[in-house]
């Protein structure tokens, strides 16, 4: 495998959080910036870059008992 090296980037990533009781709300975002992502890795004889996915988001509503 011939070294490749990715070009650099920035990723920004955000959430909050807010607790009332037992219940727990988190709101996560991921590559705020919609920027082009990616990673990569070698694998047997070649190298190969995957896509990250665009801006996105998670919600997580949790009770604790």
């Known amino acids: 495998v ?13 959430g909050i959080v807010y607790e009332i009781g037992p219940f727990r709300i ?3 975002r991921y590559n705020l910036t919609n920027n082009y992502t990616y990673n990569g ?12 996915p665009p ?8 009770y604790r008992f």
């Open 2 to 14: 011939a070294y490749q090296q990715c070009p650099d980037y920035k990723k920004l990533n955000g």
């Open 41 to 52: 890795s070698g694998y047997a004889n070649y190298y190969y870059w995957q896509a990250d």
């Open 55 to 62: 801006l996105t988001w998670r919600l997580g509503i949790a």
């Open 26 to 28: 988190a709101l996560d």
